[in-house]
């Protein structure tokens, strides 16, 4: 997945140059990838009617040869090359869309980390500056590179300024040098060394008055906990109010249900589906929650997109029905 990553970065900073927003940017890169993916997602949906129309006849086959499990996959494979479908049709969209999600995961955590380093380093050696120019909002959002959450500070904390690995430290304090952002460059040789700096510089600048501001708790909701297993404090200077998690939710909840709904199971299918959303809906909560606004709001716009997809992949096929009856019925 790593040789991916540049390349998704490259595509996202190079529609940034023309679209100037980086909400807007991945917005319309979403849609993009969704368009480019289209084709295949399409040919998916067909596999899985065919197969959906054939299995009264596989259930027939499954009762017939129930004791005879060779003859029962000889015949199944005859059914499947009778009808033109194969079990499998419908599984590379799949697998290429999970591809994709945890490719961009990766490419826009890469990105917030050298935008969380430019933010901190820049109001450090620049604190008269206003910190909300050097963040990138969105609606209700104040910094895209943040959680969208009452949970999570605006700018930077100590603690997601102590995920970020050494190297791009030291690559975007070149570049903030070589612009005259900055005096000079940074030059970790390891992860201990950038430790080292988190605790002695970056910590107590932080802490300071010049820092401290944006990163204040809400007096008496500094340290909240449910069944003292989940801790979370809420911020005053909060970066959102936790909808793009709710809304991948949402969103994700209602495209599998759609799915269901859309594809004839037996019982295991069902039950198998039934985890696969329960699963996905604990994942896009948790990534969504956690992460960054910008991941967020890719896996809302991408569930949206697949929504609006499916219904009209539906239409579609009803009107290729109506015009398959109508034909059938002139004796065409």
């Not at 490719?103 to 206003?130: C, G, K, S, W």
């Amino acid at each position: 997945m790593n040789f991916l990553n540049p390349v998704l970065l490259t595509l996202i900073k190079g529609l940034h140059e023309i679209i100037n927003n980086y909400a807007v940017t991945i917005i319309v890169f979403t849609v993009l990838i969704k368009l480019v993916v289209m084709p295949l997602n399409l040919k998916s949906r067909k596999s899985t009617q065919r197969m959906t129309a054939v299995q009264p006849k596989m259930q027939a086959l499954q009762e017939k040869y129930k004791d005879d499990q060779e003859k029962l996959n000889q015949k199944l494979q005859e059914l499947y090359r009778k009808e033109g479908v194969n079990p499998m049709g419908g599984c590379l969209p799949m697998i290429l869309s999970m591809f994709i999600l945890f490719a961009m995961f990766y490419a826009l955590r890469m990105f917030a980390n050298e935008q969380l380093v430019t933010q901190f380093l820049t109001f450090y050696h620049n604190p008269d500056i206003d910190p909300m120019t050097l963040t990138d909002s969105f609606l209700w959002i104040k910094n895209l590179w943040m959680p969208d959450s009452p949970f999570a500070t605006y700018m930077p904390d100590v603690q997601s300024l102590q995920l970020v690995e050494f190297e791009v430290w030291n690559d975007i304090s070149a570049k903030l040098a070589a612009a005259g952002t900055i005096p000079e460059a940074l030059h970790f040789a390891d992860r201990n060394a950038l430790t080292a700096y988190i605790n002695d510089v970056v910590a107590p600048f932080i802490a300071s008055d010049a820092y401290a501001p944006y990163v204040a708790p809400v007096a008496g909701l500094g340290d909240l906990s449910i069944l003292g297993l989940i801790h979370f404090t809420i911020y005053q200077q909060g970066n959102g109010w936790f909808i793009l998690p709710i809304l991948s939710v949402a969103t994700q909840m209602l495209m599998q249900k759609m799915t269901m709904k859309q594809t004839q199971m037996n019982p295991s299918q069902a039950g198998s589906q039934k985890t696969m959303l329960y699963v996905m809906t604990f994942m896009s909560l948790y990534f969504c929650a956690i992460y960054n606004s910008a991941f967020a709001l890719y896996w809302v716009v991408s569930n949206v997109y697949a929504l609006v997809e499916n219904v009209a992949f539906e239409k579609y096929f009803k009107m290729q029905d109506r015009k398959a009856a109508k034909a059938e019925e002139v004796g065409i």
